[in-house]
């Protein structure tokens, strides 16, 4: 990159012209500023410089190193312009050596004078006079002091380079690493550069940050190639990578029990299904007749063991069906021959296909009045599951879950469809697989429910998942019986782990407690991280979102439930329910029961409290109750739903109307002795209410607003004057008012809003 003139000149922090005399002096033929500057004639310029500094008050000192130091403190190598720092602070110390030594024997010299002056004095003793006190006497103290203080003046100005010029120091492009998270503070000594340069940058990319905050990722290495650097995007974390690895296995795999999992819409028979096949009644026990969290059961058939997966239908529910179809191998879906396809059943064909898993369809209440099993794998074509006898590879089949009418028949085809799929799993090893469902139990702690995809689980075996982490204390099948021992396919419910793992979560075998507890602290570390970060993007997202605007009402929530994956839907279900006017905040959500933590928290933030299938314990209620605080219970997730939505509606500000009552036509404006300046009216249209706003209007432009002084008719006060009739109308604090203007009274009405 050229130097110019000017840019030069600005380094040193001289004028254009100034450097142009300098440079002439120095024999240099520039004359423009915008003339070039070559490493050469920098050069030039600068032993010029040295010689007219040399021959100032100020001298030059060589040190035995060969560098050259003005009395100014520049140090300049006679074989090269660039030294690095540490040269030039043993420069500076060998000149400074050096000028300490000159000093001592001018020093020397000075006292050794002295002496001589004072033995001249006292050998003159011609003379007694009062010319003798006026002379001047040398003092030896004097002398030195003097040449002390010189000395250091030297020595100061010896590293006092300020009004030298310094050759600029050439940026480095380097290639930064960036983590997905990290803190700004971090980033910067990254750079080497001060927090505040970071912060500056971050304020012109519109993100509000100090040093201590955490950025994210892409905002990092916007700001990384913003101040000139790479910015590299570090995919994985060692950690974790080195955690995938520990997942090894020997053995040769083998055929396991098929996974499926019984999706579609609300009502429409999935749990029934099930019940019929374990012969229980599961769905009498869920609140309202609908699944509330996933159910995981191993089922013995004919055709040997099958691992059934049932998922709530209610749109609320959504992320639970999704997850549900990611951990299976074959997706039943229902559909009631009565009602059709809807939009959960349309949902779960798109997690389904997401997945990539086998579908097989059973077209449920056939035995009931309205059942069109034609029209339902017709719109079950429309979705591309053509029906096989239909020449498609989607198996259907007409079945009724109350009665149980062709279940058995329904059991074969997932067979056949699992034979052909031929799923196989490594038994030998440590056991991997995810979180069905976990909840926290009041008298067990943390529960969950486990779904095991390869190797064997055992009771004492040591368990990470997510930021939880435990030694296996219990093992219990679908039965309810404790067993030891749990292969692939098989979903069971351990005790054991410190923390509720979220559902969803991928759980691992570990060696030890060390290796469990390092990444469960890195986990956790990691989600602390993001939680901040997410935190950051929402305060900073409120910020500007109300800039201009009124500002969002927003409606603070805790969320306490009774099982992992029922809380995720909920927090999910409620964050839908924002609108333009308000939204819904989730300060804290969790697994277990309302505690004092939660009531003091709640209190804090002016929240909400909101119990699903939980109760608050003594303590939180007496927080509650003394605080004021508002306290929900729901067992059913319509009602929630609707208890938050009325909550949000209350918040908004009723929106005012107004509405034009009647409009009055001036004919004659009279000045009365009592009233002042009175208008003669004819009613054209509604009626006129004495008690209600008024405005004037002037060629249909409102010209003013307020109130009636007094309304007459016949000499008489009245209230209300009716359409068609004639007055006389007095305004409050209006005295302009002129033949063929309009009288117009309105009203104003509040209207609640809703959300």
């Known amino acids: 990159m050229s130097v110019t003139v000017k840019d030069f000149a600005k380094t040193l922090k001289i004028t254009d012209k100034a450097l142009l005399d300098r440079m002439q002096k120095a024999g240099l033929k520039h004359s423009s500023s915008s003339d070039e500057i070559t490493p050469s004639d920098k050069q030039a310029l600068l032993k010029s410089l040295k010689g007219v500094q040399s021959s100032s008050a100020s001298k030059s000192v060589t040190s035995e190193s060969g560098v050259k130091v003005t009395s100014k403190g520049k140090v300049v190598s006679s074989t090269s312009s660039k030294k690095s720092y540490s040269d030039n602070i043993e420069a500076k110390r060998a000149a400074a050596s050096e000028q300490l030594k000159e000093q001592q024997i001018k020093r020397k010299e000075q006292l050794k004078e002295a002496v001589k002056q004072k033995q001249d004095q006292k050998n003159k003793k011609t003379s007694k006079s009062k010319d003798v006190s006026n002379q001047e006497k040398i003092n030896v103290k004097d002398q030195l002091s003097s040449a002390v203080n010189a000395f250091k003046r030297n020595e100061k100005s010896i590293f006092d380079d300020k009004h030298q010029f310094e050759i600029p120091t050439e940026f480095i492009k380097k290639d930064i690493e960036v983590p997905e998270t990290i803190q700004v503070g971090e980033l910067a000594k990254l750079m080497a550069l001060k927090g505040g340069v970071v912060v500056k940058n971050l304020m012109s990319l519109g993100v509000v940050a100090t040093i201590n905050d955490v950025i994210d990722q892409e905002t990092a290495i916007l700001v990384i190639e913003e101040i000139g650097h790479n910015g590299i995007a570090l995919e994985n974390d060692n950690l974790e990578e080195d955690f995938a690895n520990l997942i090894n296995y020997d053995d040769q795999p083998k055929t396991r029990p098929a996974v499926i999992t019984v999706m579609g819409h609300v009502d429409h028979g999935k749990t029934t299904l099930l019940d019929f096949i374990r012969k229980t009644k599961v769905v009498d026990c869920e609140a309202g007749g609908i699944t509330q969290h996933i159910g995981?059961?191993?089922?013995?058939?004919?055709?040997?063991?099958?691992?059934?997966?049932?998922?709530?239908?209610?749109?609320?529910?959504?992320?639970m069906r999704a997850r549900g179809a990611n951990t299976t191998d074959i997706v039943v879906l229902v559909v009631a021959a009565n009602d059709g396809i809807k939009p959960q059943t349309e949902e779960a064909i798109n997690h389904a296909k997401a997945a990539n898993v086998s579908i097989v369809v059973a077209i449920n209440k056939v035995d009931l009045d309205g059942a069109d099993i034609d029209k339902v794998k017709s719109d079950l074509a429309a979705k591309d599951l053509t029906p096989e006898d239909w020449g498609g590879n989607i198996q259907m089949i007409p079945i009724s879950a109350l009665k149980g009418d062709g279940i058995d028949d329904l059991l074969e085809r997932i067979a056949l469809e699992a034979e052909i799929l031929e799923l196989k799993a490594h038994y030998d090893g440590a056991a991997q697989g995810v979180v069905i469902e976990s909840e926290l139990d009041k008298f067990r702690g943390s529960v969950a429910t486990l779904l095991i995809q390869n190797g064997t689980l055992k009771v004492g075996d040591l368990v990470v998942s997510g930021n939880s982490m435990g030694k296996i204390?219990?093992?219990?099948?679908?039965?309810?019986?404790?067993?030891?021992?749990?292969?692939?396919?098989?979903a069971v419910e351990v005790l054991g782990l410190n923390l509720v793992p979220n559902a969803g979560d991928q759980f691992q075998v570990v060696a030890n407690e060390k290796q469990a507890r390092e990444i469960a602290e890195y986990r956790l570390v990691k989600e602390k991280e993001k939680k901040l970060l997410k935190q950051k993007d929402e305060t900073a997202g409120d910020l500007f979102e109300t800039l201009g605007q009124d500002a969002k009402k927003i409606l603070n929530v805790i969320?306490?439930?009774?099982?992992?994956?029922?809380?995720?839907?909920?927090?999910?279900?409620?964050?839908?329910?924002g609108t333009e006017k308000a939204k819904v905040k989730i300060v804290s959500s969790g697994v277990g029961g309302i505690s004092e933590s939660d009531a003091n928290l709640a209190v804090a933030v002016d929240s909400i409290i909101i119990g699903f299938n939980v109760r608050a314990d003594n303590t939180a209620k007496k927080i509650i109750e003394s605080e004021g605080v508002p306290l929900s219970y729901h067992s059913i997730i319509y009602e929630l739903l609707d208890d938050v939505k009325a909550r949000m509606s209350g918040m908004l500000d009723p929106i005012i109307k107004e509405v034009i009552v009647g409009t009055a036509e001036v004919l004659e404006v009279f000045n009365s002795p009592k009233f002042g300046q009175v208008a003669g009216c004819n009613i054209i249209e509604g009626n006129v209410l004495r008690n209600k706003p008024v405005r004037v209007l002037r060629d249909d432009i409102v010209i003013f607003q307020g109130e009636l002084d007094s309304l007459r008719r016949f000499k008489e006060d009245v209230n209300e004057v009716k359409n068609g009739n004639e007055c006389g109308m007095g305004i409050k604090?209006?005295?302009?008012?002129?033949?063929?203007?309009?009288?117009?009274?309105?009203d104003r009405k509040e209207e609640l809003q809703t959300i």
């Open 296 to 319: 995981a059961y191993e089922v013995n058939t004919p055709k040997g063991k099958l691992t059934f997966i049932d998922t709530p239908g209610h749109a609320a529910f959504s992320s």
């Open 473 to 490: 204390k219990s093992i219990v099948n679908s039965d309810g019986n404790k067993i030891k021992t749990a292969f692939p396919s098989a």
């Open 559 to 577: 969320i306490k439930t009774d099982v992992g994956g029922t809380c995720e839907a909920i927090n999910a279900a409620l964050l839908d329910l």
């Open 733 to 746: 604090n209006y005295k302009d008012i002129k033949p063929g203007d309009k009288i117009e009274v309105f």
